[in-house]
């Protein structure tokens, strides 16, 4: 079975804004503990690369429970959410996370190598000679953990749609939505990069123009905070189409009717 990559983008946004008063309802909790935890990991820690990936990795947690409850409603509809994310976490919140780890375990534990081994560069020194000896060093480590990055991550975008089947508590693995996606991999890809990108630049631009803002206006800490806020939001919101993406895909791609055995 072919799926049509514009319809994949249409059906998308058409939900998303469709339900967009659910989307505030469902984010209030988890946004709110992701903003905890970036303004208290600003509070208690120096910044390094390492703490910044620490927390990226904590914050899966509230992702995590606002992913599941977002892709129910995508495929079961508003009733069947039994509670609101962030009010507790169940054995579907723990099968999602070990499907999700499962998904982009690989992928993320090479961009921590990538960041690790690359470090700190300033990009004042790019392009001067003489070239620094340690800097080279770093760049011909880091080159192959980039490259396996880039290939694990097209493979994680590619059977990653089969995490709306745990959500809705079927038993599946990454290669069963491999197996269910034959045919359809540059569609499944392409659609999902396309969201991720467009949640990149978005988040972007919600980080660099009200905090360019609000410093012109004077403010100090409280500067960074509204950024955190709207940036986090904005950053849900991403989720929440890539999301919708995903649970689309795999009730196309596998037929999936709740109470009706799959093929």
Excluded: C
Excluded at 122 to 137: F, S
Excluded at 153 to 163: E, I, K, T
Excluded at 181 to 210: E, K, Q
Aim: proline share 5%.
């Amino acid at each position: 079975m072919r799926i049509p990559f514009v319809e994949i983008l249409a059906e998308t946004f058409s939900f998303f804004f469709a339900h967009l008063g659910l989307f505030f309802h469902l984010v209030t909790i988890p946004w709110i503990l992701s903003l905890a935890l970036r303004i208290g990991a600003a509070a208690v820690s120096d910044q390094s690369l390492l703490a910044v990936l620490a927390e990226k990795a904590v914050d899966v947690l509230p992702t995590v429970m606002f992913t599941v409850a977002w892709m129910r409603l995508v495929l079961l509809g508003p009733e069947r959410i039994e509670r609101l994310p962030g009010l507790g976490w169940s054995r579907r919140e723990t099968a999602f996370l070990i499907h999700l780890i499962k998904v982009a375990g690989i992928t993320f534990a090479l961009i921590v190598a990538f960041t690790l081994t690359v470090g700190t560069i300033d990009p004042a020194n790019l392009g001067n000679a003489p070239a620094d000896p340690d800097l080279m060093r770093r760049e011909a480590m880091a080159a192959p953990l980039g490259t396996g990055f880039i290939v694990s991550a097209l493979l994680a975008l590619r059977v990653s749609f089969g995490l709306a089947g745990t959500a809705v508590d079927l038993t599946w693995s990454p290669r069963r939505s491999w197996a269910y996606g034959r045919g359809n991999s540059w569609v499944i890809i392409g659609s999902l990069f396309v969201l991720l990108f467009a949640s990149a630049i978005a988040t972007s631009i919600a980080v660099i123009l009200p905090l360019s803002l609000l410093r012109n206006l004077g403010a100090g800490t409280a500067a960074a905070v509204v950024t955190w806020t709207i940036a986090i939001l904005v950053s849900y919101g991403g989720a929440a189409l890539v999301a919708t993406a995903q649970a689309v895909i795999f009730r196309r791609l596998t037929g999936w009717r709740e109470g009706v055995p799959l093929s």
